[in-house]
């Protein structure tokens, strides 16, 4: 069983920066890929960023060139740095970890982008 946790979240104002981060823990052979998505009340869903363990990345249209997404292999540890925030942006963000062929989901964190 693998257990990803999130921190980081929190309320910024427009144009602000957050960092979250994602650290898994326990039986913990082989992670695939680590990524993020995000889901906005009312709203689906949706992939932000994913890393495999290759470093390669793929993002969302809508975060690209504002979002960056990294990991740290000896930690377990994926991060998402998000700069210049809009209030689109707000919506509860998960963590996705892959180790083997299963899918493990962090509880989510709360980032509000407002004045």
């Known amino acids: 069983q693998v257990q990803p946790v999130e921190s980081g979240g929190g309320l910024v104002q427009p144009g602000g920066s957050l960092r979250l981060s994602c650290a898994a823990s326990g039986s913990i052979l082989r992670l695939n890929f680590m990524g993020w998505y995000r889901q906005a009340p009312g709203k689906k869903r949706e992939m932000v960023a994913v890393?495999?363990?290759?470093?390669?990345?793929n993002y969302a249209d809508s975060v690209k060139g504002r979002f960056t997404i990294s990991r740290d292999n000896a930690k377990h540890t994926v991060y998402l740095q998000m700069k210049t925030l809009k209030p689109e942006d707000t919506a509860v963000y998960y963590c996705?970890?892959?180790?083997?062929?299963?899918?493990?989901w962090g509880q989510g964190t709360q980032v509000t982008v407002s004045p």
């Open positions: 996705i970890v892959r180790a083997g062929l299963v899918d493990y």
């Open positions: 890393i495999d363990n290759g470093a390669n990345t």
